[in-house]
């Protein structure tokens, strides 16, 4: 061999090295992206499409070469605070008043045999779009350890896991070629903080929350929708501060000023352009935006099909109240035809313009509630935390609807047969996107760490949902 | 109009102070003598220029005062000077008033804020997931790295204090150390001692060296008390079953014969260690000091030397660690002799944009603010504060709202507008945990949003400009560069900001808080440059 080869090699093996040393051995993007961050890419949510793309980086290859599922988005609807199972998706008409407060009756759907609570008519008219999972179980009973359960499936003590939102955008944002303006991963609309969102993939895959309320008149989006400025007034302010742009005036080319360029084109992309105008649900016929319902919720539901239109992998919708020790029955007559109307709507609806099949929808919160009602005071008919048991439900994405998975007791207190947990759900649905069980996560430390826990991990599995593809 | 806007420049005119620099941003040549009674700074120049000549590169020429004095207050304490601070510095003849100014910074009280708020990354103090030191431990961490670095504490007794502390968590600030890791076997101690005392990653060592360091690491133990979350970290002698100590040797390979029944091994190591002689201990803080000044190390990343990643200018990193080795370790001297020199003072337009003028450090890097020190100059300049909280509700911590964001102890205690512009989320210690990019979610956040648009609403700067007469605009278009930008306008950028008056008919209230989101917006506000 001649001496250049010899070099050649010797070069090309230091590289390698350097590829596979540490930062915990991890030779994955965090650490690479971060290293080039200093003017890189490192970015949080929007800047991948014009800088430094991991799709090109020689250290993300696997994440690339991705299969392709029948799901391209999932829509996560976040009952936040724990909504009741045998009020909603698991009604218990026999175990009495005791159990059932005044919701003592059921409602007949369009699958035989598969009944739903009282107040959700509208849900009872889609069974066959959906399943439901009545054997959900973790056990946990804080709001902030169960939630972060249920959205990463995993019970690390040590680690902080990105939550399924995270790993979708890992996977399927702009790593694996999304180009979209809009970041992968969307929030609806305000975010939940660190317990459903990135953990150690770090801030870049973090969601990107709207603020803002999309049932008023202006759903004033944060950063991108400005009611009290005028485009008029947008386009002049850029000008004024284009054009006191000293610095990069005596900086031609530069690179750190060529990210700003980028970065500030697709912000304003979004604020003046037509990605923006994706937010403006005025572009909706009234009739559409009556039909999920003028609330929050409802609206949020539409803005999220919206998005699924567009391509974007991603979307939670947060939607609160449901932490009801108090009151129970008055919140639960409140708010569950908003659910019921909303959740409808958009399960119809996608199915209406044959996106269903190609999105995931699952609605559940990180626990249920005690089945028996608590009357004495001060709750005066409340219902408690409950990780025992709870239910949830999942549609579209190639996921089969009109099927019921487990059950529980006849008091809904015990899971009674094929208990699922958290890493169960969120893993059918990683696999309905085409993302292995056992693609890798850049574990901070170096640990082998796959997206659905391994045996070892110690992390209880009832197994995947096969019984719904 | 166009007579108004002759009037407004007109009157600029008169208030601008006589310019005497030939740019806005350079001051003239880099000029390094070949005496032999250099000083140190002017011997760091020395070796970079000989290196940058050895290589054919030239220097930039050397900054401004405007941008020395942003820079080497940002750099220094995190902190932009204030409008006086500015004008009496630009006005002032002084042929050494940029040392004096450095001087001045090494005293102030910011400094040790800042200071803390770095080490507060490199030693992981945060109460939550996943180190998880508590909000107690917290706060005697830092107070003992705050008060050390108020102090100007010797580095080698930092360095030991950390190796060889034993006691509560929650009284003994530095015991935390050895807490504030997510692996807390011998050899994970190990591995966190190296990354943060002597700058390498043992995933570089071959496995029998860490298992050799590890030794000196196998008697630490941790025992709980009857407090709620206090934790003893304590020698015990009998710790070591898989009897580590007897394989142990020092990194560099020289031998040792440990005895744990006669004394702790973290204090042999410790001896070993910080020993001017020792090939890691000041090589390793140098090149750590040079990058947090300079923006990039000698030996790049600063926190992965050893022999596969050797120094740029190796002369120039011995000379260092020569420097600090003689001041005894001395932190502020290093500073001193770094922040002098024209090397540092280089300005930020590169004369060859390339990656190697960036390594043998021909001009200034170009670099965003930290998360914290962008966030404290928005509210200074605004006028305003921010809500910090852990996301963790309980326990509560309260956190005052008129902390500054460098002081904030807790990497627990975060805001999202910190997330946004890359906090670290002191997990691991390394610097890369910090990101300094720019992101689009960024430029949208302080081109458009809420947060931003409220604080502008009250900035005194707007209010005050609200009420000002068409004279006072030149007034309040200075006031609003010296406060956001450190320096005066330039005659362009009067004549463009009265045009805007013009073309818009904005009121005057319009026309302030408009320039102050324009400026805010600029690369030269929210880069180090």
């Known amino acids: 061999m001649s001496t250049p080869d010899l070099n050649l090699a010797r070069r090309h093996s230091r590289d390698v090295g350097r590829i596979t040393q540490s930062f915990g051995g991890v030779p994955l993007s965090r650490r690479e992206a971060l290293r080039k961050s200093v003017y890189g890419s490192a970015g949080l949510l929007l800047t991948e499409p014009f800088s430094v793309r991991a799709a090109q980086d020689p250290l993300a290859p696997q994440k690339v070469a991705m299969n392709s599922g029948p799901a391209k988005s999932v829509i996560q609807i976040w009952l936040w605070g724990g909504p009741c199972h045998i009020d909603t998706f698991d009604p218990k008409p026999e175990a009495g008043r005791e159990y059932t407060g005044a919701l003592d009756g059921t ?43 249920v959205q990463t499936g995993r019970t690390s003590e040590r680690d902080v896991f990105p939550g399924s939102g995270a790993v979708v955008s890992y996977f399927k ?61 947008q386009k002049e302010r850029r000008t004024l501060m284009q054009q006191l742009n000293t610095l990069g ?221 | 109009m166009k007579v108004l806007a002759t009037l407004i420049l007109g009157l600029v005119l008169l208030v601008s102070p006589g310019s005497a620099a030939p740019s806005l941003y350079e001051a003239g040549p880099m000029t390094v003598s070949d005496g032999e009674a250099a000083d140190a700074s002017e011997r760091i120049d020395q070796l970079v220029l000989s290196k940058l000549t050895e290589v054919g590169l030239k220097p930039a020429p050397v900054c401004s005062d405007e941008v020395f004095l942003r820079r080497v207050y940002l750099v220094t304490i995190g902190t932009l000077p204030r409008e006086d601070e500015v004008r009496d510095f630009l006005a002032t003849e002084d042929e050494v008033k940029r040392t004096l100014v450095v001087e001045h910074l090494l005293d102030r009280p910011e400094f040790a804020d800042y200071w803390s708020m770095k080490w507060g990354d490199l030693l992981r103090i945060k109460a939550e997931f996943p180190i998880k030191l508590w909000p107690n431990a917290v706060q005697a961490y830092h107070h003992w790295v705050h008060d050390g670095i108020r102090t100007n504490k010797p580095y080698h007794e930092f360095a030991r204090e950390i190796l060889i502390g034993s006691g509560s968590n929650f009284r003994q600030g530095e015991v935390n150390f050895y807490r504030a890791m997510q692996d807390r076997t011998p050899r994970g101690i190990a591995s966190t001692v190296a990354l943060t005392l002597m700058g390498e990653r043992t995933k570089n060592w071959p496995e029998r060296k860490l298992e050799a360091m590890a ?15 206090e934790e003893i970290v304590y020698f015990d002698p009998t710790a070591d079953q898989e009897k580590l100590y007897e394989r142990a040797i020092f990194p560099d390979g020289s031998p ?74 001395d932190v502020k001297h290093l500073f001193r002799i770094i922040l002098n020199s024209q090397t540092f003072q280089l300005s930020s337009i590169p004369i060859q944009n390339s990656e190697e003028a960036a390594a043998h450090f021909a001009h200034y890097p170009l670099r965003r603010m930290e998360a914290e020190v962008l966030i404290d100059a928005l509210n200074e300049i605004t006028g305003t504060k921010e809500d910090y909280s852990s996301p963790i509700p309980e326990p509560f911590t309260f956190v005052p709202d008129d902390i500054r964001g460098i002081a904030l102890a807790d990497g627990s205690i975060t805001s999202s507008f910190l997330e946004l512009f890359g906090r670290p989320p002191r997990d691991t210690g390394f610097e890369s945990e910090r990101a300094r990019n720019v992101t689009a979610a960024q430029r949208l956040h302080l081109l458009n949003s809420s947060h931003i648009r409220k604080k502008i609403k009250v900035c005194p700067l707007v209010t005050w400009g609200a009420g000002v007469c068409l004279e006072e605009q030149p007034e ?54």
């Open chain 1, 107 to 149: 409602l007949e759907t369009n699958v035989s045999g598969m009944r739903i609570g009282q107040l959700l008519p509208g849900l009872a008219k889609e069974a066959d779009k959906y399943s439901l999972i009545r054997s959900m179980t973790h056990g946990n009973n804080g709001h902030e350890t169960a939630a972060y359960l």
């Open chain 1, 173 to 233: 944002g702009y790593d694996a070629g999304y180009e979209g303006l809009i970041p992968p991963y969307i929030v609806l609309t305000e975010p939940q903080g660190r317990f459903s969102e990135a953990g150690f993939l770090g801030p870049r895959y973090k969601p990107f929350a709207t603020g803002g309320n999309p049932a008023s008149p202006v759903f004033a989006v944060e950063g991108i929708v400005t009611p009290d400025i005028s485009e008029e007034q």
């Open chain 2, 476 to 529: 309040m278009i200075e006031k609003i560069y010296l406060h956001l930008l450190s320096r005066y306008p330039t005659e362009d950028e009067r004549l463009v900001t009265a045009e805007y008056f013009e073309r818009t008919g904005a009121s005057s209230r319009d026309l302030a808080a408009d320039l102050v989101w324009a400026l805010m917006n600029q690369p030269e506000f929210y880069f180090i440059h």
């Open chain 2, 215 to 229: 030794g000196f690491f196998s008697h630490v133990a941790y025992k709980s008390t009857s407090e709620w979350k």
């Open chain 1, 249 to 469: 005036g005596a900086l031609p080319g530069h690179s750190a000023l060529k990210t700003v360029v980028d970065s500030e084109e697709q912000a304003y992309e979004l604020i003046l352009g037509d990605a923006g105008k994706l937010f403006d649900l005025s572009q909706e016929k009234d009739e559409m935006r009556d039909r999920y319902g003028r609330t929050t919720f409802g609206q949020s539901c539409l803005m999220a099909r919206r998005l699924v239109e567009k391509g974007v992998p991603y979307i939670t919708i947060n939607y609160k109240g449901w932490d009801t020790h108090k009151q129970h029955f008055q919140i639960m007559n409140r708010k569950l035809p908003e659910l019921d109307q909303g959740l409808a709507a958009l399960i119809g609806d996608l199915s209406g313009r044959g996106l269903l099949d190609s999105t995931v929808v699952w609605c559940t919160g990180e626990f249920g509630r005690t089945p028996k009602v608590a009357t004495e005071s001060p709750w005066n008919g409340g219902r408690h935390h409950f990780g025992k048991a709870f239910s949830c439900l999942l549609a579209g994405g190639g996921f089969q609807g009109g099927q019921v998975v487990g059950a529980t007791n006849s008091t809904g207190e015990e899971v009674a047969e094929r208990p699922v947990y958290p890493a169960d759900v969120i893993g059918s649905i990683y696999g309905q996107l085409g993302i292995p069980a056992d693609a890798s996560l850049p574990h901070p430390q170096g640990t082998p760490t796959h997206v659905v826990p391994d045996e070892a991990e110690g992390v209880p599995m009832g197994g995947l949902l096969k019984e719904l593809v």
């Open chain 2, 256 to 329: 040792v014969e440990l005895e744990p029944s006669q004394r702790d091994p973290r204090a042999v190591f410790a001896d070993w260690l910080i020993r001017p002689e020792n090939p890691y201990f000041s090589k390793a803080i140098s090149n750590r000091i040079w990058s947090w000044l300079m923006g990039r190390g000698i030996v790049e990343e600063p926190d992965d030397m050893g022999p596969h990643n050797p120094p740029s200018n190796p002369e120039l990193l011995a000379f260092l660690e020569t420097e600090f080795n003689d001041s005894r370790c």
